[in-house]
Nanobody, 113 residues
Framework: QVQFVESGGGLVQPGGSLRLSCVAS????????MGWYRQAPGKQRELVAQ???????YYIDSLNGRFAISRDNAKNMVFLQMNSLQPEDTAVYYC???????WGQGTQVTVSS
């Protein structure tokens, strides 16, 4: 069973940046498309960024180029660089494969002044 451990979240002021990291317990990041998801309070979990096995990247339109997904297959890791953070980015962020495997605990991102 694969486990994901996300880290790097925290409290940041609007306009700030964070870099999220995710490590998988097995060597799967080079086999599957990988994604970063988020779940805001009272909302459904949504896919915000995706990187394919060929390193094509996709983002939801509302990010307006503020986030960047990347990965290091040798370390079984996926990253999400988040810039110009806004209060609406507040959520618990998760990484997972596409299709999904069991979820990790996620990492909380709070954007507030």
């Amino acid at each position: 069973q694969v486990q994901f451990v996300e880290s790097g979240g925290g409290l940041v002021q609007p306009g700030g940046s964070l870099r999220l990291s995710c490590v998988a317990s097995r060597s799967i990041t080079g086999i599957y498309d990988m994604g970063w998801y988020r779940q805001a309070p009272g909302k459904q979990r949504e896919l915000v960024a995706q990187i394919t096995t060929r390193d094509y990247t996709y983002y939801i339109d509302s990010l307006n180029g503020r986030f960047a997904i990347s990965r290091d297959n040798a370390k079984n890791m996926v990253f999400l660089q988040m810039n110009s953070l806004q209060p609406e980015d507040t959520a618990v962020y998760y990484c997972n494969t596409l299709p999904n495997l069991p979820w990790g605990q996620g990492t909380q991102v709070t954007v507030s002044s």
